[in-house]
């Protein structure tokens, strides 16, 4: 996330001009924007025809600039010619979803700041985009805010790595970031049994399903923002198909893989479906190449889950590390909220750690399975077991 403004007070209000590079930058302003924020994006309004020359209007000693670019006519459900326009509109939020496979942020609201042709209380929906600047408001920028906006800010938070998840005749191709996980992928085809006379077109059948898996490949797979690929599979599904990789990367001067072969690493796993991504983030091999990141945090053996076990337990100054999703802080009721972010600064106070699990990552949807809520114990507490959840 590029931040290219800031101007607020930590606990207090202002707000920040950022512009998202990707998909994960779309999930960090999904995990700060809360109901009541504000935001302000430039949109597209379908306007009736009036008064469309102006590109700057006065009224009321309020200067309103509008910026107007290809204006396309269409006939509107009226007869009316309608026409589009480019401007810049500030809403309070009432609701925001985040649109995990086309890669948009929908922010929805009233208008706050009225000009020529949106009045103040009308309801809008701008689209969070990459590459698209909005700014955000708050009436307070909290600790848990804080915190998100420097890690979308932080370069490492891009994907940690690219898996190629696969068996004979079916692979995934996915996408471990910092905070999410994306198939970005899936290659289905009928191989043929190996022996006998479909020998023949057993061979056939799997070099074409290996060079659709390389297309996939060298579409979704960008070195300069992966750390690592990891070639994973039962079997030796994974060997034949990195031969395969090198081979047709060396007749064809792809450079992209020629380049990059020594960060392109094998794994076995038990299957080529997405449950064995998990076998993926725990082989040593990935574990040291990401163990900075997000996609590295373990689940731990030894911990105490579910909110009354752990308020409990921090009631004992027993936490030495709090887990927890982020679907937790995107509560609509604004104390709900403040009650998991007091508890976080809580923890830290008492010289703990904490863990903010996204619940598009492997990880976090891991958690949530466990009531969204765990913590590691300094030193045990067996007697956790007899309290009810």
Not at 85 to 106: F, H, N, Q, T, W
């Amino acid at each position: 996330m590029k931040i290219t403004r800031r101007d607020f007070v930590a606990n207090g209000p202002g707000s920040v001009k950022m512009v998202p590079v990707d998909s994960d930058d779309l999930w960090y302003a999904y995990n700060l924007i809360a109901p009541g924020d504000t935001v302000q994006a430039v949109t597209v309004r379908l306007l009736e025809e009036f008064k469309i020359n102006a590109t700057k209007i006065e009224r009321s000693h309020k200067k309103y600039i509008l910026q107007k670019e290809k204006v396309l006519r269409e006939v509107a459900s009226g007869g009316r010619d309608a026409e589009r326009m480019k401007l810049k509109l500030e809403i309070k939020v009432e609701v925001a979803e985040y649109d995990k496979a086309g890669s948009v942020l929908r922010v929805r609201g009233k208008n706050i700041q009225e000009n020529e042709y949106v009045k103040i209380g009308q309801f809008h929906t701008l689209e969070i985009e990459p590459h698209r600047p909005f700014v955000l408001g708050k009436a307070c920028w909290d600790s848990l805010a804080l915190d998100t906006l420097n890690q979308a800010s932080d370069p490492a938070a891009s994907a940690d790595l690219a898996v190629v998840l696969m068996q004979e005749g079916l692979a995934h191709v996915i996408l471990v970031g910092r905070s999410l996980t994306i198939t970005r992928s899936r290659i289905e085809a009928s191989i043929p049994r190996k022996h006998g006379p479909a020998i023949a077109g057993y061979e056939a059948a799997l070099n074409k399903f290996f060079e659709n898996v390389l297309q996939a490949f060298l579409k979704h797979v960008d070195f300069n923002v992966v750390r690592c690929a990891v070639i994973a599979s039962p079997g030796f599904t994974k060997d034949q198909f990195h031969r395969h990789l090198l081979l047709e990367a060396e007749r064809r001067q792809l450079r992209s893989i020629i380049e990059n072969k020594s960060r392109i690493i094998l794994v076995h796993t038990s299957s080529g479906y997405k449950h064995s991504l998990r076998e993926v983030l725990d082989a040593p091999n990935v574990m040291n190449i990401i163990k900075d990141t997000k996609a590295a945090q373990e689940d731990p053996a030894r911990a105490c889950y579910g909110p009354k076990h752990v308020e409990v337990a921090h009631e004992r100054m027993a936490v030495q590390t709090l887990l927890i999703t982020d679907e937790l802080f995107r509560s609509a009721d604004i104390p709900t909220r403040q009650k998991y972010v007091n508890f976080v600064n809580s923890v830290k106070d008492s010289g703990g750690t904490a863990h903010i699990f996204s619940s598009m990552h492997v990880s976090g949807e891991q958690l949530a399975q466990l009531t969204g809520i765990a913590a590691i114990l300094r030193f045990p507490l067996p007697d956790l077991e007899d309290i009810e959840m």
